[in-house]
């Protein structure tokens, strides 16, 4: 997996079809263009190859930091034109938005994945951080774990996703501004009752990296197709109607439904054997253009 590492990013594969990614930008997980950058484009690479990945766990690598986000010192994360002042307002403004669209969809890039991504959050958990989250499929977080939406305390308003998701996540619009208003920080214990994590492991970085391996583990032994398939149908269900979703959702199993993994899955069950199912994807060379 040295390949899929980068500077500021570890990945590894501890459990096969399994990979923790380790945020390690020293000393907190300050989120710079680099950063985010490489991040994006890692889950976007594992995509586009085809590595058979079938759970992935997101955590940090320090104990004390999941995240500080933004790197404040770095112009470029901001969106700054830095000392370009030849642009006028209109033309400085659309720099701005390209910049911003880029850093959404790098953030976005665990939703595109066709497999699970759980975040495993422990210590701050910063600004941007919640950005990141909110993408994930499942969010577990230790219990030493203090959110803070932060960024009205610099100024701006929160941009990257958290007032994409959390309002959709939580379904409680009153507490999303609350907390978006005032950057009070939160407790693990808080985010799980207003259902931004499913749930609270007892200590800290090690502890809460355990249990999201477990549970990805668990995650991984199913059938490639039915996760994938869940997960596209879950967030499509998020952003449309229910007619919508159940016309789609028939759409997309009248393909889905085709796949070897349910006899796979049935035989391995009458002779009470752990089913074996194949790559989801297959790894091809695209022709250059």
Known sequence: MSSYSSKWIKVSEPVPHVLLIELSRAPVNAFC??????????FDALTADG????????????PKYFTAGLDLHDASALGSSGADTSLDAAR?????RKH?????HAIGAPERAPFP????????CIGLGVDMIGVCDIRYAAKDTKFTIKEVDIGLAPDIGSLA????ITGNHSLVRELTYTARGFSADEAREFGLVSRVVEGGRDEVVREALA???FVAGKSPVAVSSAKHLITHSRDHSVPENLAYTGAWNAAALMTNDIRDGLLATAKKEK??????TVQTKLPKL
């Open 215 to 217: 549970l990805a583990t």
């Open 275 to 280: 089913p074996r199912f194949a790559s989801l």
């Open 92 to 96: 400085a403004s659309h720099s701005t």
């Open 33 to 42: 263009t680099e950063f985010w950058v490489a991040y994006g484009k890692l």
């Open 117 to 124: 991504v759980i975040a495993a959050i422990h210590g701050h």
């Open 100 to 104: 911003l669209l880029a850093f959404q």
């Open 165 to 168: 998701f959390l309002p959709k």
């Open 51 to 62: 590595y058979d990945v079938r759970a992935a766990v997101l955590t940090s690598a320090f």
